[in-house]
C-alpha cells in the first residue's frame, strides 16, 4: 500500500481545517460569532505554508493510483493559495446567511480539498471520484445566496448539466477499461489512442474528456458558466471561477502523455480551444454584468490554457501549468475587486466601477493590473503566460490555433479594458456604497497585483518549476 | 625590487582631496594648512618604491594609476618640493577659488606623472588643463578672461589630438599601457599623441599660447603654471619619445627662438614666458637626442628649471604685486626698495643662465656636452647659443630695466610684500645653491644611473653614460661659463643702449592660428550660409506648405476611411457578440442539446481533417 | 632695517657703475688668460680649442642678437600692446 503520512501533509492539513468547519458548523448556535470563522485566514496560511513545504515531497502511494511529484505539489500550493484568497473575503460575504457560513465555508473547504487530490491522482478511476468531491461540494455552495431565486436556478443548472457530464466521463472511462485494460495513467501513456488502431479506446478518451471539460468550462461544455456565476454570490463566483479550471488543467497535464500531437483527440481538443476562445470573447463584449462577463472570459481563458496542450512538447505542458498559476491571481484580484463594489451584495456591473480610481484608488490600481494581466499586455504575468503558450505550439503544426489565439486576444482588448475604463475616466452618478475592506484583504489584493507584476518581470522561476514538473510526465 | 606602493602614498591623492576640502576650512586656518599636501607629499616621495599598483580592470583592458620607476621619481620629486615653495607663497591669497585650483593642478600634474596608461594620463592631463584654466581666469582682469579662455582652447585641442591618438593606439595595439615607443616605428597615431605631448610642452610652433596666457595669470597662479604643465609634457616626451630625431632639432628650434623672443619684448614675465620656451627646448632637445647623458640631462634640467623658473616668477610676481606693473617701460630703479626681490632674483637669474655654484650649471651644461658627444654640433652650438641669449635677457636686461636703469621714484607707490612670498623666495635660492653647489643630491635622482633598469629600450649610450658619469665641476667647465658669461655681460653693457624695452606686442605664431582660423570661417561660412538662405527658401515656399497639406490630406483620410473602417468592423463584431450571446438562452435543455449535438459536430470535423 | 640698508647700498652702487665695470673688464681678463692654459680635452666644435673662442662667442653671440633682433626683428612683429583686447 505503501502509505506514508509526510507525503500527505497538505492533504491532511486542508482536512483538518475542513473538519474544524465542520464542527464549528454543528457546534456553535445559530447567530453565533463562531460561525462567521474569522481564524479561516490564518489556518488556510498555515495550510498554504504546509503546501509550500512539502513541494519537494515525491512517491507513489496507494497501489500506485495516488503520485506525489512536482506537478502535484505545485498545484496543491496553489491550490492552496486560491483557498487562502478567497478565504480572505468570504468570511464577511453578503451573499451569505448567516446562519449558513460555516457550512458554507466548510464546503468550499472540500472542494477545495477534492482538487487537491485530483492533481495527484493517477488512475482514471480516482481521478473522476476526485472530480465528484470537489463538483459536489460545489453543488452545494452555488444557491447560497441570499435572498436570490437566480441563485437556485444557477444551482440547478450546474448540477444538471454536471451530472450529464459526469456521466458521460464515467462512460467513457468504461469505453477505457474495454479497449486499453487499465485505468493507470501510467499504462496508458504509452498505448496506442488513434481511431484507427483502437476506436473504443480513443471515444472512451473523448467521452472521459468530456468530464474534465466540464470542469474547465471549455467549449461545447461552457454553457453553465455564463448563468452560474451570474447567478450565485459573487464570493462563491470567485472561487467557482478559478479554482475548478486549476484542477482541470492538472489533469489535462497529467492526461497529456496520452495526447501525441497528431492523434484525432489532440486535434479534437485544439478545435475546441479555439471555439472556446473565439465565443468567449465575442459574447463577452456584449455583457453589461461583470460576473457574467467574467465567465465568459473564463471560457475563453480555457481555450488558451488548452493550446498549450496540443502542441504536445514538454514547453507546452509547463506553459499551461504556468498559465493556470497565473491565471488563479488574474482571476481572484479582478474578483476580489468585483466583490468589494456593492456592499448590498448585488450583481456588479460596469457603471459600478465608475469613479473607483478616485473613491477607492488601491481597488482600481489591482483593477487596472489584473485588467491588463487577463488581455495579456506585458510587464504583467498574462502576457507572460500567454508567450510561453503560444511559443510552445507554434512550430508543431498548430500555427493556426496561435493566429486564432492572437486575434482573440486583440478582440479580448475590449472589455477588459472597458474595466479600467470605467474605474479611471468615467465620473461617478450618485452615492458610492464599497464593501468595507478588511485589512486582509487589502493586503491579499495588494499582494496579488506585486505577484502579477513580479511574475511578468521576472517568471523564469515559476515556469522552470512548471517545466520540471511537465518533462517528467512525458515518456 | 618592485614592491608594491600604497594607493594612500600617491600624491594626487593629497592634492585633490585638499582641494576639495578648501571650500570647508576657514580662511585663517586654511592659510596655515596650506603647505600641507605638498609636505606629505615630498615625504610620499622620498619613500616610495620602484613598482606599479592600483591597477584597475576597465572594459576590456587595464588602467594603472601608481607606476613608480626613477623617472617618475625625478619629476615627483621636485614637483613636491616646487609644490611646498609655490603653496608657501600663496599663502596670502584669500581667493579660496584660487586655491582649490592650485591644489588641482598640482594634484593633477602628480596623477600625470604616475600614470601607467594612456586613458589615466589623458583624465589628469585634463584636469591639469582645466585647473590652470582657472589660475588664468581667476585674474579677473577682461585681458585675463580672453588669455584664458585662448589658452583653454588651444590646450584643448592638444588634448583632443592626444585622445585621438591614443584610442587608435588602444584600437590597434590593444592595450593602453603608456611605454615607449620605437623610434622607427612610429605610427600615425604615435605621431597625434606627440603633437598632445607638444601642445603642453610649448614647442614651436604650437606654443604661442604660453606667452600669451602666462602673464595674464595670478601672481601667484603663474608660479604654478611655470612649472608644472610644461614638465609634466617633458616628462610624457621622454617616457614616450625619447630619442626621435624630430624632437632634437625642434628643441633647439625652442631654445633660440625662446630667447629672441625674450630679447625684444617688454612684459617682464612674457620675457619669463619665453624663457620656459627655451628652457625646455633643452630638455626637448636632450629627449630627441636620445642618448642616455642627453636624456638625464633633460630630467636634471627639469629639476633645475623648476626651481630657478619658480623663483623667477616669483620674482616677477612680486614686482607685479608691489609695483601693480610687470611692464619694464613702466618699471624701474626699485633696488632701492625692493632689494630682497633684487637678491632673489638674481640668484635664480645666474641660476638659469648657468653660472656655476649654482643649479643651471651642472644641468645645462649636461645636455650640451651630451649633445656635443653625440656629434650633434650645430644643436650643441645653438644650445650654446641660446645660454647667451638666456643671460643677456633675463640675467642681464630684466633685471637692469626692473631695479636699475632709471631713478627711484619716492612718490611711486609699492605694496609691501607678505612675510609668506619672501620665505617661499629664501627656500628656492637656497634650493637652487644647494644643488648646485652638491649636485650629487639632484644626480642620485636621475632616471639611468646604476642599479636602475633603464626605462626605455631606446636609448643609446647607456653603459658609457653609467662608466664615466658627467662631472660638471672641472676647470675647464667653470672656465667656460665664466667666460660665456662674463663676455655676454661685456656685450650687454655695449648694447644697453640699443636694447631698451618699448611699450608693444610682439606677434608670435598665433597670427597663424588666427590665420587658419579665419580661413576655416571664409570657406565654411560663406558656402554654407548661402545654402542655408536657399534651403531655408525651398523649405517655406514647398515644404511647409507640402507638409501642411499633406497633414490635411491625411487627417481628412484618418477619420473618413481609417476611423471608418475600425468603426465599423468594431460595430460588426459587437454584433457578432451580441448574436451569440444569445446563443446563452438560459435553458438547461437547449444547453444539453447543444452541448452534445457541438461535441459530435466538431468530433465528427476533428476525425475528418485529421484523415 | 637690514633689507633698508641692503637696499640703499644696492641703490648707491648706481653712481658707483664705471668701478664695477673695470672690474668686469680686469675679471674678463684674467679668464682669457687662464683660458690659454685650460683647455678642453676633446673639442667639441673644433674652433672652441682655441683660447679665446667662447670669449668671442658670448660677446659676439650678445652684441649681434641685440642689434639684428631689437633693429631688424621686433619692427617688423611690433603690434599695439592691446592689440588682443578687443574683439574684431
Known amino acids: 500500500m505503501n502509505f506514508d503520512i509526510m507525503l500527505l501533509l497538505p492533504e491532511l492539513s486542508l482536512f483538518v481545517l475542513a473538519a474544524a468547519l465542520f464542527t464549528v458548523s454543528v457546534t456553535s448556535p445559530g447567530d453565533g460569532a463562531a460561525r462567521r470563522a474569522y481564524w479561516l485566514p490564518w489556518a488556510s496560511l498555515a495550510v498554504l505554508a504546509v503546501c509550500l513545504g512539502s513541494l519537494n515531497a515525491r512517491g507513489v502511494m496507494f497501489h500506485g493510483t495516488y503520485i ?46 477534492g482538487l487537491m487530490l485530483l492533481s495527484s491522482a493517477a488512475e482514471l478511476m480516482t481521478l473522476y471520484v476526485a472530480m465528484e468531491i470537489s463538483s459536489y461540494s460545489l453543488y452545494a455552495v452555488i444557491p447560497l445566496r441570499a435572498q436570490n431565486k437566480n441563485a437556485a436556478e444557477a444551482g440547478v443548472k450546474y448540477i444538471m448539466f454536471g451530472a450529464m457530464a459526469t456521466a458521460v466521463a464515467l462512460f467513457g472511462y468504461s469505453y477505457i477499461l474495454a479497449g486499453q485494460g487499465t485505468g493507470f495513467v501510467s499504462e496508458l501513456a504509452g498505448m496506442d489512442w488513434s481511431f484507427a488502431g483502437n476506436p473504443a479506446a480513443a471515444i472512451g478518451l473523448i467521452l472521459f474528456l468530456c468530464g474534465v471539460l466540464f470542469k474547465l468550462a471549455l467549449f461545447p461544455f461552457h454553457f453553465w458558466a455564463p448563468d452560474v456565476y451570474q447567478g450565485t454570490g459573487n464570493e462563491t463566483a470567485a472561487f467557482a471561477a478559478t479554482l475548478p479550471k486549476l484542477g482541470a488543467a492538472a489533469v489535462l497535464v497529467r492526461l497529456a502523455a496520452l495526447l501525441a500531437p497528431n492523434l484525432e483527440i489532440t486535434f479534437l481538443l ?14 463577452a463584449l456584449a455583457q453589461k454584468d461583470l460576473k457574467r462577463m467574467l465567465g465568459y472570459s473564463g471560457i475563453a481563458h480555457s481555450g488558451y490554457l488548452v493550446i498549450g496542450l496540443a502542441a504536445g512538447t514538454a514547453e507546452g505542458l509547463g506553459a499551461m501549468s504556468f498559465y493556470a498559476i497565473v491565471y488563479l491571481l488574474m482571476n481572484m484580484a479582478c474578483f476580489w475587486v468585483v466583490c468589494h463594489l456593492r456592499c448590498d451584495g448585488k450583481n456588479p456591473v460596469y457603471d459600478d466601477l465608475n469613479g473607483l480610481s478616485k473613491n477607492a484608488p488601491g481597488l482600481a490600481l489591482v483593477l487596472a493590473v489584473s485588467a491588463f494581466a487577463l488581455v495579456g499586455l506585458p510587464p504583467t504575468a498574462g502576457f507572460m503566460g500567454k508567450l510561453f503558450l503560444l511559443t510552445s505550439a507554434w512550430n508543431h503544426g498548430y500555427a493556426w490555433l496561435v493566429i486564432v489565439a492572437v486575434i ?5 482588448i475590449f472589455y477588459y479594458l472597458s474595466l479600467f475604463r470605467h474605474a479611471y475616466t468615467a465620473e461617478t452618478g450618485g452615492a458610492v456604497n464599497l464593501r468595507d475592506r478588511n485589512w486582509m484583504g487589502t493586503v491579499a489584493g495588494t499582494v496579488m497585483a506585486a505577484a502579477i507584476l513580479v511574475l511578468g518581470a521576472l517568471p523564469g522561476g515559476l515556469y522552470r518549476l512548471a517545466l520540471e514538473a511537465g518533462t517528467t510526465l512525458l515518456p | 625590487m618592485t614592491a608594491t606602493n600604497s594607493l594612500l602614498a ?40 620602484h613598482g606599479t599598483s592600483g591597477v584597475l580592470g576597465w572594459v576590456d583592458t587595464e588602467l594603472t594609476l601608481f607606476r613608480v620607476d626613477q623617472l617618475s621619481i625625478v619629476f615627483a620629486h621636485v614637483f613636491a618640493i616646487q609644490g611646498v615653495i609655490a603653496l608657501i607663497f600663496a599663502m596670502h591669497i584669500k581667493d579660496k577659488g584660487q586655491h582649490m585650483a592650485s591644489l588641482a593642478y598640482v594634484g593633477g600634474g602628480f596623477g600625470c606623472l604616475f600614470a601607467g596608461d594612456y586613458l589615466t594620463l589623458f583624465v589628469f592631463w585634463e584636469i591639469m588643463s582645466v585647473a590652470s584654466t582657472m589660475l588664468v581666469w581667476l585674474n579677473r582682469s577682461d585681458r585675463s578672461v580672453r588669455a584664458g579662455f585662448r589658452y583653454f582652447m588651444f590646450h584643448t585641442l592638444g588634448g583632443l589630438f592626444m585622445l585621438g591618438g591614443l584610442l587608435l593606439r588602444w584600437a590597434d595595439l590593444g592595450t593602453l599601457a603608456f611605454t615607449p615607443v620605437d623610434p622607427s616605428g612610429a605610427m600615425y597615431y604615435d605621431w597625434l599623441i606627440m603633437i598632445g605631448f607638444c601642445v603642453n610642452a610649448a614647442v614651436v610652433p604650437l606654443h604661442a599660447w604660453l606667452p600669451d596666457a602666462y602673464p595674464e595669470a595670478t601672481v601667484t597662479g603663474a608660479v604654478f603654471m611655470s612649472a608644472y604643465t610644461t614638465k609634466t609634457a617633458v616628462y610624457v616626451l621622454a617616457r614616450a619619445f625619447a630619442g626621435f630625431e624630430i624632437l632634437a632639432i625642434a628643441g633647439t628650434v625652442m631654445c633660440v627662438y625662446g630667447v629672441f623672443y625674450a630679447t625684444i619684448e617688454n612684459n617682464a614675465r612674457r620675457i619669463l614666458g619665453y624663457h620656459i620656451v627655451s628652457q625646455v627646448g633643452y630638455m626637448v632637445a636632450g629627449i630627441g637626442i636620445g642618448t642616455a647623458m642627453t636624456v638625464n640631462g633633460a630630467s636634471a634640467h627639469a629639476y633645475a628649471h623648476i626651481l630657478y623658473k619658480g623663483l623667477l616668477f616669483m620674482g616677477a610676481g612680486c614686482l607685479l604685486y608691489s609695483a601693480g606693473t610687470a611692464k619694464l617701460t613702466e618699471l624701474g630703479g626699485l633696488v632701492k626698495r625692493l632689494p630682497l626681490v633684487f637678491i632673489f632674483y638674481m640668484v635664480a637669474a645666474v641660476s638659469i643662465s648657468g653660472m656655476p655654484f649654482f643649479n ?22 645653438g644650445m650654446e647659443l641660446a645660454a647667451v641669449g638666456t643671460f643677456l635677457s633675463v640675467g642681464l636686461k630684466l633685471p637692469y630695466f626692473a631695479f636699475f636703469s632709471k631713478n627711484d621714484n619716492p612718490a611711486r607707490e609699492l605694496k609691501p610684500i607678505p612675510m609668506n612670498m619672501y620665505v617661499a623666495m629664501a627656500i628656492g635660492s637656497a634650493l637652487c645653491f644647494f644643488t648646485g653647489v652638491y649636485p650629487e643630491f639632484l644626480y642620485k635622482l636621475l632616471p639611468i644611473q646604476e642599479g636602475v633598469s633603464v626605462y626605455s629600450p631606446y636609448i643609446a649610450h647607456v653603459t658609457e653614460a653609467i662608466e664615466h658619469p658627467y662631472v660638471p665641476y672641472t676647470t675647464w667647465h667653470v672656465l667656460q661659463a665664466f667666460m660665456i658669461l662674463g663676455f655676454t655681460g661685456l656685450g650687454f653693457w655695449a648694447m644697453r ?50 507638409l501642411v497639406g499633406s497633414a490635411d490630406g491625411s487627417a481628412r483620410f484618418d477619420r473618413a476611411a481609417i476611423d471608418g473602417v475600425v468603426d465599423g468592423t468594431a460595430k460588426g463584431v459587437f454584433g457578432i457578440g451580441g448574436a451569440l450571446a444569445k446563443l446563452q438562452t438560459g435553458r438547461l435543455q437547449t ?21 | 632695517m637690514f633689507r633698508e640698508s641692503l637696499g640703499n647700498w644696492l641703490y648707491a652702487q648706481r653712481s658707483k657703475s664705471g668701478g664695477w665695470f673695470w672690474a668686469l673688464i680686469a675679471f674678463l681678463g684674467l679668464l682669457v688668460l687662464a683660458n690659454v692654459f685650460v683647455h678642453p680635452h676633446h673639442p667639441h666644435f673644433g674652433l672652441d680649442a682655441y683660447p679665446g673662442f667662447w670669449a668671442v662667442f658670448g660677446f659676439g653671440g650678445a652684441v649681434i642678437m641685440v642689434a639684428v633682433l631689437k633693429k631688424i626683428v621686433a619692427p617688423l612683429l611690433a603690434r599695439p600692446e592691446d592689440c588682443y583686447d578687443r574683439d574684431q
Do not use: C
Not at chain 1, 408 to 412: E, G, S
Not at chain 2, 365 to 381: C, F, K, S, V
Open chain 1, 408 to 412: 482573440n486576444t486583440a478582440l479580448a
Open chain 2, 497 to 546: 643702449k640699443v636694447v631698451v624695452p618699448h611699450a608693444q606686442r610682439n606677434v608670435d605664431f598665433e597670427w597663424f592660428y588666427i590665420l587658419g582660423g579665419k580661413a576655416f570661417l571664409a570657406i565654411f561660412s560663406r558656402p554654407f550660409a548661402w545654402i542655408d538662405t536657399r534651403w531655408s527658401e525651398v523649405y517655406r515656399t514647398v515644404g511647409l506648405r507640402g
Open chain 1, 68 to 113: 506525489v511529484d512536482g506537478l502535484s505539489q505545485i498545484f496543491k500550493a496553489a491550490i492552496a493559495a486560491g483557498f487562502l484568497i478567497t478565504s480572505l473575503f468570504t468570511p464577511n460575504a453578503r451573499g451569505v446567511d448567516d446562519d449558513k457560513r460555516a457550512d458554507y465555508l466548510m464546503f468550499l473547504a472540500f472542494s477545495a480539498w
Open chain 1, 270 to 283: 485544439a478545435l475546441f480551444a479555439a471555439a472556446s476562445m473565439t465565443l468567449g470573447n465575442l459574447a
Open chain 2, 360 to 381: 643651471g650649471f651642472v644641468s645645462k651644461t649636461m645636455t650640451i656636452t651630451g649633445a656635443a658627444e653625440a656629434h650633434r654640433t650645430w644643436l650643441a652650438l
Open chain 2, 10 to 49: 600617491h600624491p594626487a591623492v593629497y592634492f585633490l582631496l585638499a582641494s576639495f576640502a578648501v571650500p570647508f576650512i576657514p580662511g585663517r586656518l586654511l592659510k596655515w594648512l596650506l603647505p600641507l599636501p605638498a609636505i606629505l607629499a615630498v615625504l610620499s616621495v622620498i619613500g616610495l618604491d
Open chain 2, 591 to 611: 444547453y444539453a442539446s447543444a452541448a452534445l449535438l457541438a461535441a459530435i459536430g466538431v468530433g465528427v470535423l476533428a476525425f475528418v481533417l485529421v484523415k
